[in-house]
């Protein structure tokens, strides 16, 4: 399978980041616009998502990356990734609704809960991915990126290509352009985990990865064994 | 990491796999077998246990593999594999909690559910391992193999080697037994993946691989990258 072309072509369509600001937000921007993609960073306030965005150029000095607000950020794209932590997640995706309408909306978000015991999936009735889904019903979502570490986005290897990307979601298309843009993060596509509700099942798995990362002192991801790739 | 050498010390407790006649238990109980260890196979029906353990001896002619009823399986065995479906688990392990008291119980069993949209992990309170743990106090439940599949087991090579094993537990001495049990399949150790209550997590995981082998028309696993094996 071959890596995404370091340039993207014009059609590609400029990739919002709803909590740009925060480590697996900031991260996965990196990745998109080390790839050639153009970011636009979104915060709550503006001028934090202008100092994420200026961080990353300064990595990266030709990347097409801004910030805005997150509403300001999301009109201006035609791909959202929501990376905003699960405390006040409902609340910011209705409040950007408009925005979002229509569009392919990427959640990452992982509902987790901590405790003198470590990390757990809190016990939801739906994903945070199926809540954005219900409360916006014209967006075309897709839940993937939840697993990859925001320290080795960050960091400088080309690929996290020990790893997979695994996308979930209803609609083909949309999720077909998330299994793509999974290459800028592991250097191959994405891996369709299948329908949008199997989120529940990927989004608490975090868990048990930030559990394995505080026994082994590491970074874990996830693979998946017995593809092509 | 060293492999398990092929026969098991003199130590090595015997394995009883409850669900024996299963693929997921008759293939755990053919590794199991395969690298040394002594496995009685449990089954409602004592005839059948006795035809499955036949069908592993006749692939592995000096192993060391009986039938019996299920309880009386669990009775012989210092650690016993729970590896039934989820429907009627509760009632069968309550059924067993006298051959299951004070021992080792290791559940890899899968709640999930089947509809046209494919599999899906059912919304529980909490997980299979968890439940046994609530009707058998005295046991020292482990969850694990939750994720390897069964025609893999059952299959020739030496050790599923691209997969690996996840392990939870609140019974750290348990745990190892598990992590160090999970040699025979992976040829390394399982990973502990944390408390017991992260079965929740990895018990529907199992509902995401059915769905990747579905669309990819592989056997899948599961492989955590960052670790140093």
Redesign the interface.
């Given at each position: 399978m071959q890596g995404p072309p370091r340039r993207s072509p014009v059609s590609t369509p400029r990739i919002a980041v709803v909590g740009g600001t925060g480590p697996q937000g900031k991260g996965l921007a990196y990745r998109f616009a080390r790839h050639g993609y153009g970011v636009v960073l979104g915060s709550r306030v503006a001028d934090r998502a202008d100092e994420a965005a200026a961080a990353i150029r300064e990595r990266l000095p030709e990347a097409d990356v801004t910030g805005a607000a997150n509403a300001d950020a999301a009109a201006q794209a035609g791909l959202v990734l929501l990376a905003v932590p699960y405390d006040g997640h409902d609340e910011l995706v209705a409040s950007l609704a408009d925005a979002l309408a229509g569009k392919v909306v990427v959640s990452c978000v992982n509902p987790l809960g901590f405790d003198k015991?470590?990390?757990?999936?809190l016990?939801l009735?739906r994903s945070a991915a199926e809540s954005a889904a219900t409360l916006v019903p014209t967006a075309r979502v897709v839940g993937a990126f939840h697993h990859v570490?925001a320290v080795?986005l960050w960091g400088e290897a080309d690929y996290?290509d020990?790893?997979d990307v695994?996308v979930?979601g209803d609609d083909v298309d949309a999720k077909q352009q998330v299994i793509e843009l999974a290459r800028t993060v592991t250097g191959r596509d994405g891996?369709?985990?299948?329908?949008l509700?199997?989120a529940?099942?990927?989004e608490?798995?975090t868990?048990?990865?930030i559990?394995?990362?505080?026994?082994?002192k590491?970074?874990?991801?996830?693979?998946?064994?017995?593809?092509d790739h």
């Open positions: 015991q470590g990390p757990y999936g016990p009735e570490s080795t996290l020990h790893e695994l979930c891996v369709d985990a299948g329908r509700r199997l529940r099942q990927l608490p798995l868990a048990v990865l559990s394995v990362n505080k026994r082994y590491t970074r874990s991801g996830v693979a998946i064994s017995g593809l």
